[in-house]
C-alpha cells in the first residue's frame, strides 16, 4: 500500500503557508517497518517518543511472507487495530534531510 495521493494543496497552503513542499515517498509504508526493525534491535540507533499509542501500534504489527518470499508488514486485519502513529514514526525515521 503506497500513500501517493496528491494533497489537496489549496486547502493545506492556506492554513499552513506556501512554504511547504510535497515530495513522494521512496518506501511505501512496509518498507519502513522492514527496514526500521534492525534499528530497533540496535541499543542506541533509535530512540522512540514515550507515547502509548507508538508503542502499542508497533507491537502490534504483523510481518507476512507471500509468494516469491515477498515479505509485508502491517497491522493485523481486524477492525480495532491501527497504524497510523507508527506509520508516521517509521516514515519520519527515514525522511532525508532538506
Known amino acids: 500500500m503506497k500513500c501517493r495521493v496528491t494533497p489537496p494543496l489549496a486547502a493545506f497552503t492556506a492554513v499552513f503557508g506556501s ?8 518506501r511505501n509504508t512496509s518498507e519502513c517497518y522492514l527496514q526500521l526493525l534492525p534499528l ?3 541499543p542506541g540507533r533509535v530512540r522512540l517518543l514515550h507515547d502509548h499509542a507508538l508503542r502499542y501500534q508497533l507491537a502490534g504489527l504483523e510481518r507476512r511472507v507471500h509468494a516469491g518470499d515477498r515479505e509485508s508488514v502491517s497491522h493485523a486485519n481486524v477492525a480495532s487495530a491501527h497504524d497510523d502513529v507508527a506509520a508516521a ?8 534531510s532538506v
Open 19 to 26: 512554504s511547504t513542499r510535497f515530495k513522494l515517498a521512496e
Open 40 to 42: 530497533l534491535t540496535q
Open 89 to 96: 514514526a517509521a516514515g519520519a525515521i527515514f525522511l532525508p
